[in-house]
């Protein structure tokens, strides 16, 4: 379980127990709950709620919730559901989940979030599980989700790109450039003529 998952179940549970009439702190009881959970959904024997998948962790915590609230009758309704075939079940509200972070909260554009219960508690019928129609909306949900994604990590990327100055911060201006060095002279000695003392002038 992840840390967020375990602090659910540690939510989940003690509200179970005590609407079931259990002690809370009965770690024995805690284990068999985990186990009839598995053996409903007939899903594999574990010794300890760590060791259960993220498809059997969804599994035991709508078992807690109905257990929790077992006169609600849609809390009842997802757990018959979820027995049905609780993979399926798991992979729907996953779809449900990409959904929503894709189109917003209550904005489901193909108005399929039946699996948290927002749906069913309005009077709709909860859907019944195709895995061959849920596998293909989730995989169409968890790619649209992962577009959006790449999507604003480019518009991010974009937005953030520096617009830094052509010259270091500190020092806008250029470096002196030194002048171009001139050739050196030839230094072939030209020819004088002669010196004429008598007539300096020519």
């Not at 927002?118 to 909860?126: D, Q």
Request: proline share 7%.
């Amino acid at each position: 379980m992840t840390p967020a998952a375990r602090n659910r179940y540690f939510t989940l549970w003690p509200a179970a127990a005590v609407a079931s009439g259990w002690n809370a702190k009965d770690e024995a009881k805690r284990r068999a709950v985990t186990t009839e959970c598995m053996r409903l959904v007939r899903g594999p024997v574990v010794k300890s709620s760590s060791d259960l998948g993220e498809d059997e962790i969804t599994a035991l915590f709508c078992y807690l919730e109905h257990l929790g609230d077992a006169a609600s009758l849609d809390k009842s309704a997802r757990w018959d559901t979820c027995r049905q075939d609780y993979k399926t079940y798991a992979r729907a509200k996953n779809a449900d989940w990409h959904e929503e972070q894709t189109y917003g909260k209550g904005k489901n554009k193909l108005d399929r979030n039946r699996f948290k219960g927002e749906t069913s508690a309005k009077g709709g019928p909860l859907d019944d599980l195709d895995a061959d129609k849920v596998r293909k909306r989730y995989y169409t949900m968890a790619n649209r989700h992962a577009s959006k994604l790449k999507r604003e990590k480019g518009q991010n990327l974009a937005s953030q790109k520096p617009t830094t100055p052509a010259f270091p911060i500190g020092n806008d201006t250029p470096a002196p450039v030194a002048p171009a060095v001139e050739p050196a002279p030839d230094r072939t000695e030209t020819p004088v003529e002669a010196f004429d003392e008598a007539n300096p002038f020519g």
